[in-house]
């Protein structure tokens, strides 16, 4: 992979190829490797000296920092084509720090994506196994169990009937039992699906009538109480809305919920090596893009760093895209062309089919650095603020990811926390993460006050960490957009993958319409290929 000097840019032979790609974001990458499978020619060159773009993992000095000056364009000697020039834009917006980093900072990288993680059971890493890209990235399990806040406490979720059966702490009996029960009712549904049967042994299924039911309402019908609700909605079917206004946004159905729930209880066990539902990538979620990227690699990509695309070469009489100019000045032809988002295009600003797919979504985010972890004897844990939790105008929840130096993210006796939240106005978004952030941790200490608070907590484990850092931004939401070039989306408000892959399994359909999208065939033959291991 060709990683170019800056302002030294090689000369990119062959000059033409099936596919041009732009960005290694996860989407990007993913249809890097799943072109490139498919048999086509595909140059993937990323303007940044990294990989990942949007969805990168880089060092805390370098967060957020403004990208770099454009080099100035060289003329190209061919004329034969209509040049539209490109632009890149900063979806990221309201960046506000506070606190001082501790040295050495670039110990601390920081995911452009958090707080993010993957089901053990879900696509993402199924296609990592198919393709071999699980071969170039390594995985630990959040091993702590989520945690809800609730009236002002954070409890353990029940996320499972052995939890609820050894929950002795904070589960009331008859709430155990209403759990109990209504996990017994999804388990025999899901079975009942899975095997398609029928007769009376199908009377395990949930009725059409209630899966199309709001879930909220379902959960009601089931007589679970307010909290077990919010146990059910937020922190396991991963509703993002207030489930319980007439307004809401979102609303979940059963059978959406159902899914969830399913994709949940499937990935809790799926590996030896990762108990609970969820798994995190060492080192960050760049090592995502990373991996794919290598798979596309080995299928003949040809890779280019700091190789920036300045414009687009059209067809004006057929209105389509022929290819892109790179800054260097040369010009590469192409079949299809893949941009990632931050670039604006001026015939990319309205969707091909006239919808409004891409009107302006935002995803409020927070991050902290605390020396202290959330919950004792927990290095990585998922924490849900269900909407209302914290003010009555929250309307959506928030969602915390507290990550340990054994991910490789910061050092020893320091902890990474990631907040987010889908927002519509970025005062409201910022409002919400910054109140998330005061119920869960102290505020920095001054100097005066740092010692006597550092020997009160060697004797106080109730005292709640101090934030020592902290950056509250927004971020924009755009979707990928199919024309006669292709965007690829932004990383969105979500706990996973799952709207991401969708988007980039859509583009792929457009760009190889009759091709299975990274089928098993595709990945490299590794030796010691073991499917079971979540590393």
Known sequence: ??????????????????VVICGTGLPESVLAAACAAAGKTVLHVDPNPFYGSLYSSVPLPSFLSPDPSSVPLSPSGDDSHTVVDLHRRNIYSEIETS??????????????????VLYCADEAVDLLLRSGGSHHVEFK???????????????????????????????KLTEKTVLFRFFELVRAHIAAADEDV??????????EEDLDLPFVEYLKKQQLPPKMRAV???????????????????LLTTREGIQTIALYSSSIGRFANAQRAFIYPMYGHGELTQAFCRCAAVKGALYVLRMPISALLMDEERKNCLGARLTSGQDILCQQLILDPSYKVPILDAPSDGSDSNLLRKVARGICIISKSVK???SNLLIVFPPKSLEEQQIAAIRGLQLSSNLAVCPPGMFMVYLSTPCADTSTGKQCIK?????????QASDSLEGHLEETSENNEDLKPTVIWSCVYVQEITEGTSSSLLSCPTPDEHLDYRSILDSSKKLFADICPNEEFLPKKSAAVYADDDSDSAE
């Not at 060709?2 to 033409?16: G, K, N, Q, V």
């Not at 606190?99 to 993010?116: H, I, K, N, Q, W």
């Not at 109140?435 to 505020?443: G, M, T, Y």
């Open 376 to 378: 004792q004897d927990s």
């Open 435 to 443: 109140k998330a952030i005061d119920a869960l941790f102290a505020p």
């Open 232 to 250: 059910v909605l937020y922190a396991i079917a991963m509703a993002d809305y207030d489930q319980d206004t007439d307004c809401c946004e979102k």
């Open 1 to 18: 992979m060709a990683e170019a000097p800056a302002h030294d840019y090689p000369t990119i032979e062959p000059t033409s190829f099936d």
């Open 99 to 116: 606190g001082v980093a501790p040295e050495p900072s670039r110990r601390f990288t920081v995911d452009l994506v958090g707080p993010r």
């Open 141 to 171: 399990s959040v091993e702590g169990r989520s945690l809800l806040y609730w009236e002002g406490q954070l409890y353990p979720v029940p996320d499972s009937r052995q939890a609820i059966f050894l929950d002795a702490a904070t589960l």
């Open 198 to 207: 029928e007769g009376e042994e199908a009377s395990d299924k949930i009725s």
